[in-house]
């Protein structure tokens, strides 16, 4: 792997694709285990756009049945977070009575995920459980609990695997952090 640049940034190999396909791997047999024998059919919300990747990913290993839904919530201006959660999409499926499992790509100060959580239980889902790939603990400072990490990484930027700097990097199939 080596660097890539975007726009006015470089940046230097992170986590390879193997090891995020792996993490992907653990993470949906634990959810696997949690959801076995279900009644009841859950709703996966892909959070648009940076968790597109991931949660394709998650759907391929799921191994009971789930309907997906998106939403596109923004937070982030360039490599910052505004620390305003703002919703430019909104849910389109039913989820009164339902259980949902949020997906998300990461989650540093947890701003983002609280924000959704609380619009879902408002809109009357019956549970709300939060997946991520990536968490940063050193930002995260929310009472909100995460039921599945697949990993923790320090407070850096990074793009890649759905994550991207002014929507470039998306693409990439490895993560990257930002070289400074």
């Known amino acids: ?3 890539v640049t975007l726009h006015d940034k470089t940046f230097r190999p992170f ?3 193997e090891r995020i ?10 959810i696997n285990l949690d959801y076995e024998g279900s009644e009841d059919i859950p709703v996966l919300i892909c959070t648009l756009n940076g968790a597109i990747m ?3 990913e998650l759907m391929k290993r799921l191994s009971f049945q789930c309907e997906l839904s998106c939403v596109k ?3 982030y201006q360039g490599t910052r977070s505004t620390g305003t959660v703002l919703t430019t999409l909104g849910l389109t499926n039913d989820i009164k009575g339902r259980r949902v499992i949020i997906c998300e790509d990461i ?5 983002t995920i ?3 959580q609380e619009m879902l239980l408002d809109k009357g889902a019956s549970e709300v459980r939060i997946c991520t790939m990536l ?4 930002v995260f400072d929310k009472d909100v609990k995460l039921d599945y990490v697949a990993m923790e990484i320090p407070n850096s930027f990074i793009v890649g695997f759905g994550l991207d700097y002014n929507e470039l990097g998306r693409n990439l199939k490895d993560i990257y952090i930002l070289d400074k």
Do not use: H, W
Not at 21 to 30: M, T
Not at 107 to 111: L, M, Q, S
Not at 135 to 138: A, E, F, N, R, V
């Open 114 to 116: 609280l924000a959704l």
């Open 15 to 17: 986590i390879p694709n």
């Open 135 to 138: 968490l940063k603990p050193d």
């Open 21 to 30: 396909e792996a993490a992907i791997d653990k993470l949906a047999a634990r």
């Open 1 to 3: 792997m080596e660097t």
């Open 107 to 111: 989650v540093d100060t947890g701003a």
């Open 54 to 56: 991931f949660t394709a």
């Open 73 to 75: 919530l923004s937070s």
